[in-house]
């Protein structure tokens, strides 16, 4: 009963799609392929794995047959929708390429092949859909985690609604292509202009090049010499209204987080949210730092308050608190820091590890100067940052439309 109910769920889905698309079940579009592999304990053997959504498949080391074991595993067949069945409900899903030639997969990857009557490169966008998630969870019955094993035999009974012509998958296969295409390039200029940044910071950082017009000593620092380092506790008569800061993980990306702020009442705040900041202090978590990360505070609020566990950095008279944030980022500070850690899952930094801290700095002028050059190259790498996540929307919104027939391209041609 509550499988048919599925099924019908299933059905009244499709009932939007366009009429001339064919509702059908997956194991009438599909094949499974399985070639056993006769392993040879001295030969030299390598596996794939397959990354959650939707993220592609990857190479692991090379290991001897000996190695492998009693392990079941299969060749790799080129041109294969392939699924890891522990994580398929996770879009752990991919398709087998000319790299993966001569390559294994253990029994929890299987492997299809079309039998003609669907693209497979549009079948992997389908799954990678919301909807085409929700299918996968559905085949894979269990509970959280490695418990949801995908099913193959439900994975055959899934079904799906499809453009009937297999030039109309492929046209939309292209349009969708171009969005890859753009954002794989975006990617890459990210990449690039994040290393560029690292060079300057390299380079400009530790003096090893100067700019123009700049010829004083530098000076190595203590972090605790040049900055006050958490010295606005709030007071327990305070009666304003805060907007307390606090960390949303799922946006965290080191130097670049975005961190949301709660207005909240004094009797609201969290215990442990006693520390005030203002503009121009940086924060630095003390939990895990790299991961968690810095923010240097550029907008101005009187009542801004976070957690202790943050260190709240302030940049005495003569310092540049931009120099500063940029310095907290070099190479030498970071190798201090992990090197000064506690713990391992949660890897903890003293506050009064964050007062030792040693840096070189130059004067004021070419700390400000620095700053300007490093900022730019950040505010440039912002810049393609936020025209990938427009391209990303793009395509989530072109996926939605096409894949669901709301969009037709070139429908009656071919």
């Known amino acids: 009963m509550q499988s048919n109910n599925k099924y019908s769920i ?51 080391e090379p290991v001897t047959g000996s190695d492998l074991g009693n392990k079941s595993v299969f060749w790799v067949k080129t041109d294969c929708l392939i699924m890891n069945i522990v994580f398929a409900w996770e879009q752990a899903v991919g398709i087998t390429t000319t790299h993966e030639k001569g390559m294994i997969a253990s029994h929890r990857f299987p492997m299809w092949q079309s039998k003609g009557n669907v693209e497979l490169d549009y079948l992997l966008r389908f799954f990678l859909t919301p909807f085409g998630r929700h299918l996968l969870e559905l085949a894979s019955p269990g509970g959280a985690g490695r418990n949801k094993t995908l099913s193959q035999d439900e994975l055959n009974k ?5 453009p009937s012509s297999i030039q109309e998958q492929q046209r939309i296969v292209k349009v969708l292509s171009t969005w890859d295409h753009a954002i794989a390039l975006e990617e890459q200029l990210i990449a690039e202009k994040k290393r560029q940044k690292h060079w300057l910071m390299q380079n400009l950082l530790t003096g090893g090049k100067r700019l123009p017009g700049f010829t004083e000593q530098w000076q190595r620092v203590r972090l ?104 907290l980022f070099s190479d030498g500070v970071i190798h201090q820091i992990n090197q000064c850690l506690i713990g391992t899952n949660y890897p903890v930094l003293n506050h009064d590890d964050v007062y030792q801290l040693y840096f070189d700095c130059p004067s004021f002028p070419e700390q400000t100067a620095i700053a300007e050059i490093l900022s730019l190259a950040d505010s440039e790498i912002d810049l393609h940052e936020k025209h990938l996540e427009e391209l990303q929307k793009q395509k989530k919104t072109l996926m939605q439309l096409l894949l669901t027939g709301r969009v037709r391209v070139n429908a009656q041609e071919g």
């Open 158 to 162: 899934t079904l799906v609604c499809i």
């Open 10 to 60: 299933i059905r009244r889905h499709y009932a939007s799609y366009p009429e001339d698309w064919i509702r059908t079940e997956l194991g009438e579009l599909l094949k499974r392929v399985v070639k056993p592999v006769e392993v040879v304990p001295e030969r030299e053997y390598r596996e794939i794995g397959i990354r959650s959504h939707g993220k592609g498949l990857f190479h692991k």
């Open 224 to 327: 605790g010499d040049v900055c006050t380092i958490n010295d606005t506790v709030l007071s327990e008569n305070t009666q304003s209204d805060f907007r307390f800061w606090y960390i949303d993980l799922s946006s965290v990306d080191r130097g670049k987080i975005t961190y949301p702020t709660l207005s909240v009442k004094f009797g609201e705040l969290p215990l442990r949210a006693r520390r005030l900041f203002k503009k121009d202090d940086i924060l630095l978590s003390t939990i895990r730092p790299y991961l968690l990360g810095f923010a240097y505070i550029n907008k101005e609020h009187n009542n801004y308050v976070c957690s202790t566990g943050f260190a709240v950095i302030r940049a005495k008279e003569g310092i540049c608190p931009k120099f500063i944030y940029h310095a």
